[in-house]
């Protein structure tokens, strides 16, 4: 099973998601079809990359910069 977090700062609070790779809206850090706007959003690590454990992704969540909200979605 593989992490990956979602940083996202389009609206509201810079913010990072942790997902499970298999999640559909992580798609093993792709994001969901049609992809998803780089000027606002970043998938961490690179696709195909995934944190091996839960405790890896929430390490990187919280050491990334400026974010200030920092969860965990419902498929993890």
Not at 9 to 19: D, L, S, T, Y
Not at 46 to 66: D, I, Y
Request: charged residues 20%; positive net charge.
């Amino acid at each position: 099973m593989s992490f990956y977090v979602y940083e996202n700062w389009q609206a509201g609070p810079r913010k990072a998601v942790i997902h499970r790779g298999t999640c559909g809206h992580c798609n093993d850090g792709r994001g969901r079809a049609g992809g998803y706007d780089p000027a606002h959003a970043q998938w961490h690590p690179q696709p195909g990359h995934g944190f091996v454990t839960l405790a890896a992704a929430r390490s990187f969540a919280q050491a990334l910069a400026r974010v200030v909200v920092v969860r965990e979605d419902r498929c993890v």
